[in-house]
């Protein structure tokens, strides 16, 4: 297919181009209780071209872009008519201009890294990691608890990159999801149930088991929980999934478009803190079982490592092709995983006076410009000093820089998905609203 492209792109005079082609074979499997209702398969191929021109108004020199997704079932003169209507819109684009990846400049080699489905995922077989991921999550203790219903997807991708300027990568990866839904009945709040949405590239039965443990028992305590009320001024713990979002302002806010276009607070060499246990976070192209592994970035550049910050003060940004150009950056490639140090605290530390332990929000987001955050909570924990006790209801908010001095880390760490760092996080400085 991508010999086929790069002769349409030549026939109609389409000379600077980029060509992203996926090829994906999966399988879903669907659960109701713990009864499989249906398997479906499949097999599609992803096509995406960017054609580029190159274009000067005085002394100015642009460069001008334009994205179309084909399909494989289209022809020769379909695919040829698309690609002219970008090129010609491509000159309504008016960026600065940039290079584009090449040959010469990509000495970096993507690293394909080995997973459990490698050896065993062809034909019939792929649909046996249904029912193997199924089988580990329902022979998981869960007395009191339903599965109430299951969603498994996995999934092999072949990707293929080849660019105008020689670059030319194939690799493959895989992208997978349960989705599980657990429910519990009782008197105190009447049914209670919880979601979870789990994506990997690489699996592990003993992970996938920590996991489920873990959400029969929030499902539990979840059913058991009073609503919070008054809860006065408390010192927030964060675990789980909000982690992840938490920490990924400083990803955002390293990112060379935030820098140049004026909505970053990240300045290298700048100390962003003077208290606190000072972070150090790197960007990271590979996290084991990560589903947001990058071995080539969009514009055909192999990412690298990047220690975003060391010991609270801001050390490099993570410069993308365009403005990682734009800023005079060394091209380090877009990654998306995130390793962060772990701290001093153990959990003797939440013996010595009252916190909330947030363990399960409706949804917890971070608005990567302004540093708020906050989140329903759903499911925490609510010391008193003496007893610890399930709670729901209410919300907590604040803003990075608010806390950021007062923000401890564990010496305990976890692996989940796409973030690698410590099991939790202390924070003063919360909203905390009943």
């Known amino acids: ?46 096509i995406e071209v960017t054609v580029y021109r190159t274009f000067s108004e005085g002394d100015d020199k642009y460069r001008g872009s334009m994205t179309v997704a084909l399909s494989p079932s289209m022809n020769a003169a379909e695919i040829g008519e698309k690609l002219k209507f970008a090129y010609d819109s491509a000159l309504s684009v008016k960026n600065k201009w940039y290079p584009l990846s090449n040959s010469e400049a990509g000495e970096r080699t993507p690293t ?58 194939s690799w493959t990866d895989y992208s997978c999801f349960t989705e599980l839904v657990t429910t519990a009945g009782g008197d105190k709040n009447g049914e209670v149930e919880l979601f979870d949405l789990y994506r990997f590239s ?17 499902t539990l305590d979840r059913q058991k929980a009073e609503r919070l009320s008054k809860p006065g001024d408390l010192r927030v713990v964060l675990r789980g999934n909000a982690l992840f979002e ?27 803190q003077s208290d606190g246990d000072l972070l150090t ?82 949804d917890f987001s971070m608005d990567p410009v302004t540093g708020n955050f906050g989140g329903e909570i759903r499911l925490a924990y609510f010391f008193d000093g003496k007893n610890k006790t399930p709670v729901t209801g209410g919300s907590i908010t604040g803003n990075v820089s608010t806390v950021l001095n007062t923000l401890r880390l564990s010496s305990e760490t976890i692996t989940d998905g796409a973030y690698n760092g410590p099991d939790f996080i202390y924070l003063d400085g919360i909203n905390i609203t009943g």
């Open 112 to 169: 394909q890294q080995s997973t459990i489905f490698d050896d065993d995922f062809e034909g019939e077989n792929k649909s046996q990691w249904v029912e193997r991921i199924a089988g580990d999550i329902f022979e998981t203790e869960h007395s009191g608890v339903v599965f109430n219903a299951l969603e498994v997807s996995v999934a092999r991708n072949e990707h293929t990159l080849v660019n105008s300027d020689g670059i030319n990568y």
């Open 202 to 218: 690489d699996y592990s039965s003993e992970q996938m088991g920590r996991r489920v443990k873990q959400q029969v028992l929030s």
């Open 1 to 46: 297919m991508k010999d086929a492209l790069q002769s349409i792109l030549k026939k109609n005079g389409i000379d600077e181009w980029l060509i992203r082609i996926t090829g994906i074979d999966g399988v879903q499997g669907y659960y109701i209780l713990d009864k499989k209702e249906m398997l479906r398969f499949q097999n599609a191929v992803e």
């Open 281 to 362: 976070i790197d960007a990271v192209p590979y996290l084991t079982g990560s589903d947001k592994n990058s071995f080539v970035d969009k514009d055909g550049v192999v990412p690298v490592p990047v220690r975003l910050l060391e010991q609270g003060k801001a050390v490099s940004i993570i410069a993308d092709l365009q403005f990682g150009t734009y800023l005079g950056e060394e091209i380090t490639g877009s990654s998306r995983n995130i390793n962060v140090e772990p701290g001093s605290l153990n959990s003797d530390f939440f013996n010595k006076s009252p916190y909330l332990e947030a363990m399960e929000f409706s």
């Open 246 to 272: 938490f920490f990924s302002y400083f990803l955002i806010q390293a990112n060379a478009r935030m820098i140049f276009e004026g909505m970053s607070v990240f300045k290298q060499g700048k100390q962003l």
